[in-house]
């Protein structure tokens, strides 16, 4: 397996183009807490469970990604600051067809 590239916005407006391994079961959001990206408790506070949104983030890039689930989309629709690119980071696994993906994370709630 590879390593692709991910470039996140964080919250401040900062790009950073990051390593992203395609062999260890990550994503997005693990991925941003990886890299320290956003302050300690402020993303993935249930876990990657699909149970919040402070792992929203807006997706900038034309990637297909996979289908949102039911419960993604009913948290989004509870959400703050949303558009019409705003997915879950903990819903999306990165695997080789995300190299060059794009995102911005949301604002925090």
């Given amino acids: 397996m590879m390593d692709i590239k991910i470039t996140i916005i964080d919250r401040e407006g900062e790009a950073h183009t990051v390593d992203a391994p395609t062999d260890m079961n990550m994503n997005l959001m693990e991925l941003v807490r990886s890299y320290e990206l956003a302050p300690e408790g402020t993303i993935g506070?249930?876990?990657?469970?699909a149970m919040c949104a402070s792992c929203q983030c807006y997706v900038l890039?034309?990637?297909n990604l996979p289908e949102m689930t039911d419960d993604e989309d009913a948290m989004?629709?509870?959400?703050f600051f949303v558009q019409n690119n705003s997915?879950?980071?903990c819903?999306?696994?990165i695997t080789s067809?995300?190299?060059g993906l794009q995102i911005?994370?949301?604002p925090e709630e």
């Avoid at 506070?45 to 469970?49: E, N, Q």
Wanted: hydrophobic fraction near 40%; glycine fraction near 12%; include cysteine.
């Fill in 97 to 99: 067809e995300l190299d």
């Fill in 45 to 49: 506070i249930c876990g990657g469970m």
């Fill in 104 to 106: 911005q994370l949301a």
């Fill in 61 to 63: 890039s034309e990637h």
């Fill in 91 to 93: 819903q999306i696994q």
């Fill in 76 to 79: 989004l629709a509870e959400a």
């Fill in 87 to 89: 997915r879950l980071g």
